[in-house]
């Protein structure tokens, strides 16, 4: 059949969500939980700002039912501030609640559109991925220069996911190419607000509604990665006034209506 597919948001504690998606009496301790009646799958965003801590994901473990996955960003002195050492050390541990208990579905370092395709650069990634290799692993470049076979060819020898990404077709930035690396396959759809892509701030930038027609056209493309991966996440970064979960959702049905696809939404699905 292919992969299970798991489709959530990009975070999910969003005061702005309240009315949008979350009922107005909600509470912001109630969030995780209803979140995952309607979603199978998180990105936790927090922890590019502060190291993991076990006892907050443990927490989330138990708000959740086992069928529900993380994904977790690296701390951003893994992707951005590139200390490495005992940075990673600290991550690591940080995240064993997760990766023990079988809910850890990726780890995500993201880099910034700074990181470019340089020596210095491939050996620090390099040397990064072999010191995270017991974690599934997915890398998210922002810049196109590392779309390349010997890229591809590279995270496939190491069991890691291309993530692939929908954001504004600037020069330079990503194409959104259907590559899968690993049993793992990873999309994320950033919007395509090119007025405030440089400009804007983490709000504004990703101030974008998809429409039916443009997330329809992005089904033959998860398709092709589910045949070609047991698990596919696919997460909405959208997040402003809750245009993400409503995507999500969006994107879900339409998956529904494929046949041979496996789609796993909320409590119902798993």
């Known amino acids: 059949m292919g992969a299970k597919i798991y489709i959530g948001t990009s975070g999910y504690s969003y005061n702005d969500w309240i009315d949008a998606f979350y009922p107005p009496d909600t509470g912001k301790s109630d969030f995780l ?24 994901l443990s927490n989330m473990i138990a708000t959740t039912d086992p069928g529900f996955l993380f994904s977790i960003k690296a701390h951003r002195s893994l992707t951005h501030e590139i200390e490495g050492g005992e940075a990673v050390t600290t991550y690591i541990r940080g995240v064993e609640p997760l990766a023990e208990s079988g809910r850890l579905a990726a780890v995500l370092l993201q880099f910034p559109y700074s990181f470019h ?39 496939a020898d190491r069991s890691i996911a291309f993530t692939v990404v929908d954001c504004p077709q600037l020069e330079k930035l990503p194409a959104p190419d259907a590559v899968t690396t690993a049993n793992l396959g990873y999309i994320r759809f950033h919007g395509r607000n090119k007025e405030n892509w440089w400009t804007g701030t983490n709000a504004s930038r990703y101030d974008f509604l998809y429409s039916e027609d443009e997330l329809d056209k992005w089904l033959d493309k998860i398709a092709h990665m589910a045949r070609s991966t047991a698990i596919l996440l696919i997460a909405f970064n959208n997040h402003w006034r809750g245009q993400a979960p409503r995507n999500a959702e969006q994107l879900g049905g339409l998956l529904k209506t494929r046949p041979g696809l496996e789609v796993i939404m909320g409590e119902k699905d798993r």
């Open 33 to 56: 939980e209803f979140y995952a009646s309607r979603f199978s799958m998180v990105e936790l965003n927090f922890t590019y700002y502060r190291q993991p801590e076990p006892r907050i």
């Open 117 to 155: 395709y340089t020596v210095e650069n491939r050996r620090y990634l390099g040397k990064l991925c072999g010191s995270l290799h017991a974690l599934p692993l997915a890398v998210e470049f922002r810049n196109n220069e590392w779309q390349r076979q010997s890229v591809y060819d590279e995270l």
